[in-house]
C-alpha cells in the first residue's frame, strides 16, 4: 500500500468538497475541493517539469495557499518539499541550494499556481514507501553549517496522527493559523492536524494582534510560539471574553515563561498546553489535553515516542527513539552518526530531565551550557530564579569569556531594577558560581520569528565584557 502522505490527507478530506479549508480575514474561502484541484493541477505542472520521485523543490515565498498546495503537489508527485526561512538571505540561500541541489527553486507560489491553471489536475498519487523522503527542514544552525533534517512520508504521517489524538482534534474544529509555513510548527504540526480533520482554518499571513483579536470567537484552537501569548496579553482588547469560545491553546517552539502561563489563565480563565518538539522529530512531548498541564513543563512523551535522560544522570542531554524521528542530515553521515547512540537514540542537545510523573522538564540547549571555574551552570535555572525577582521581566543568561573563570555568568534582563539588587538577589538563592557577575539591562531580548532568544547574538555582543575580544 502507498504511504504517501497525501494519500493520508486526501483520505481525509470533507466527503462535501465545498466546505471551507481556509479562510482569510478578508476575500472569498478556498474549499477542500479548491485545494485539492490546486494541487492537482501544480503536481501536472512539476510532472510537466520533469520532477521525479526524490528530487527536491526548494521555496522561500510569502505563507498563502498556494503555497500549501505546492506542498502538497511535492508529496503527490513524491518530490522532497524544502521550505525556506522568508528571513534568509541571497548568501544564505546560495548555500542551501548548493548543497540540496532541487530541481526547482519557487520565490513565487502564486506564480506557480497560475502557470498550472490551464493544466488538468492531477488525480495519480505517486505511491511511497513510509521511509521514502518527504521533506528537509535545515536546522536553524546557530553554531556551524546549517544541517538538513530529512523527514520520511511516515515520520510525518505518525506525528500527525498521534497529535490529532492527543489533541483531540475533530471535525468540528476550527484552527486559527498564524505561524509561518516555512518551519515545523506552521507547516507541519499546525496545517496537519487540520487537514487530518477536514475542518477550517483562519488564515492570517502573519501574527498580528488585532486580526488574531478578531478572529478568536470563530476558532476552537490555536497554535502558537510564546511570543504570540506575550503580546495578546499586551493588548487589553484581549480580554476573557474574547478567548471564551476557544478549546485549547498550545505553545511551543521556544519555552513558556511561566509568568505568560500564569497571566493568560488569570486573564483567560485557561491553561495553555505547552508542548516541545523539534524539526529533526516534528513534537516530541506534550502536556495532557485531559489532566494537569503543568506550566514549566513540556509534559510527557507522544505515545510511540522513548525519551530518557543520556549518561544516566538525573539532568542531562535528553535522547529520543520513535516513528517521527528523522533518518539523518542531508549528505552529512559523519554528523549524523555523532548524533545517534550505539542503540539508535537520537541526541536532541536539549538539556532536562523526567521527574517521578514521567513529566519531562527542560533546562536548555547543550550548547548553551555555562563552564565558570570548572562548575556547570544551567541557564535556565538562573533565568527562572532572575524572573522571580522583583521588577524582573524577564532574562537570558549566557556565559561571557573571563580571564580567571574561563567563563562568567552574565544576565541580561529586560524590567526595571538595578545590578546589585539583581546580583544580591540571586546570591541569596543560588551557589555563588550560579549568580550573575554582571548584569546588563535591556529593553528586549533579540528573538528570531519562532520566539527563540538568540542568545548567540547576545554571546556576541558581550563577548569583550571581562577581557578584550582577541582579534
Ligand atoms: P526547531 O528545530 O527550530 O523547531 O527548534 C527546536 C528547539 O526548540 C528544540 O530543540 C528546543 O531547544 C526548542 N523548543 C521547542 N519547543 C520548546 C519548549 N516547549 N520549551 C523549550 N524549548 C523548546
Not at 471551507?20 to 501544480?42: K, M
Not at 505511491?127 to 512520508?153: E, F, N, Q
Not at 478572529?215 to 504570540?228: D, I, K, Q, Y
Not at 500564569?262 to 502536556?287: C, D, H, P, V, W
Request: with cysteine; proline share 6%.
Amino acid at each position: 500500500m502507498s504511504e504517501n502522505l497525501y494519500a493520508l490527507f486526501a483520505s481525509r478530506f470533507p466527503a462535501d468538497r465545498s466546505e471551507p479549508c481556509f479562510v482569510p480575514p478578508e476575500g472569498p474561502a478556498i474549499s477542500y475541493g479548491e485545494l485539492e484541484a490546486g494541487t492537482g493541477r501544480i503536481a501536472a505542472l512539476l510532472r510537466a517539469k520533469g520532477v521525479k520521485p526524490g528530487d527536491r523543490i526548494a521555496v522561500q515565498a510569502p505563507k498563502s495557499p498556494q503555497m500549501v498546495m505546492l506542498y502538497l503537489a511535492t508529496l503527490q508527485v513524491g518530490a522532497a518539499f524544502l521550505p525556506l526561512n522568508t528571513a534568509y538571505t541571497a548568501a544564505e540561500i546560495e548555500y542551501f541550494l548548493n548543497d540540496a541541489e532541487p530541481v526547482l527553486f519557487v520565490r513565487d507560489a502564486a506564480e506557480i499556481a497560475d502557470e498550472a491553471q490551464a493544466l488538468e489536475s492531477l488525480a495519480e498519487i505517486t505511491p511511497r514507501a513510509a521511509s521514502d523522503l518527504a521533506a528537509i527542514l535545515y536546522t536553524s544552525g546557530t553554531t556551524g553549517r546549517s544541517k538538513g533534517a530529512m523527514l520520511s512520508h511516515g515520520n510525518l504521517a505518525a506525528n500527525a496522527l498521534a497529535l490529532h489524538e492527543a489533541w483531540g482534534f475533530t471535525h468540528e474544529d476550527v484552527l486559527l493559523h498564524a505561524l509561518p509555513i516555512f518551519h515545523v510548527h506552521g507547516l507541519f504540526v499546525a496545517l496537519h492536524c487540520s487537514l487530518l480533520s477536514g475542518g477550517p482554518m483562519l488564515w492570517l499571513d502573519k501574527f498580528d494582534e488585532a486580526k488574531v483579536i478578531a478572529a478568536l470567537p470563530r476558532a476552537t484552537v490555536m497554535m502558537g510560539v510564546p511570543t504570540f501569548y506575550v503580546r495578546l496579553l499586551a493588548d487589553p482588547a484581549f480580554t476573557r471574553e474574547a478567548a471564551g469560545g476557544m478549546r485549547l491553546f498550545i505553545s511551543g517552539s521556544a519555552p513558556l515563561l511561566e509568568s505568560t502561563f500564569a497571566e493568560f489563565e488569570a486573564r483567560t480563565g485557561q491553561r495553555i498546553l505547552e508542548r516541545y518538539g523539534m524539526s529533526e522529530a516534528a513534537i516530541i512531548t506534550t502536556n495532557p489535553l485531559h489532566g494537569a498541564r503543568v506550566p514549566g513543563s513540556v509534559g510527557f512523551p507522544l505515545p510511540g515516542v522513548s525519551l530518557r535522560v543520556g549518561g544516566g544522570a538525573e539532568v542531562g542531554v535528553l535522547e529520543i527513539k520513535g516513528p517521527s524521528v528523522f533518518s539523518g542530515y542531508w549528505r552529512m553521515p559523519e554528523k549524523t552518526a555523532e548524533e545517534f547512540t550505539a542503540d539508535g537514540y537520537f541526541i536532541t542537545g536539549d538539556v532536562g530531565r523526567v521527574d517521578a510523573d514521567g513529566r519531562v522538564w527542560i533546562s536548555g540547549r547543550a550548547k548553551d551550557l555555562i563552564i565558570s571555574g570548572g562548575f556547570n551552570v544551567y541557564p535556565k535555572e538562573v533565568e527562572l530564579i532572575l524572573d522571580e525577582l522583583a521588577g524582573v521581566v524577564e532574562s537570558a543568561v549566557i556565559g561571557a569569556p573571563h580571564p580567571d573563570f574561563g567563563e562568567a555568568v552574565v544576565a541580561i534582563v529586560v524590567g526595571r531594577s538595578d545590578e546589585a539588587s539583581i546580583i544580591s538577589g540571586a546570591r541569596e538563592r543560588l551557589a555563588a558560581f550560579k549568580a550573575p557577575k554582571k548584569v546588563v539591562f535591556v529593553t528586549e531580548l533579540p528573538r528570531n520569528t519562532m520566539g527563540k532568544v538568540q542568545k548567540n547574538r547576545l554571546r556576541e555582543t558581550y563577548a569583550g565584557l571581562f577581557a578584550p575580544v582577541p582579534s
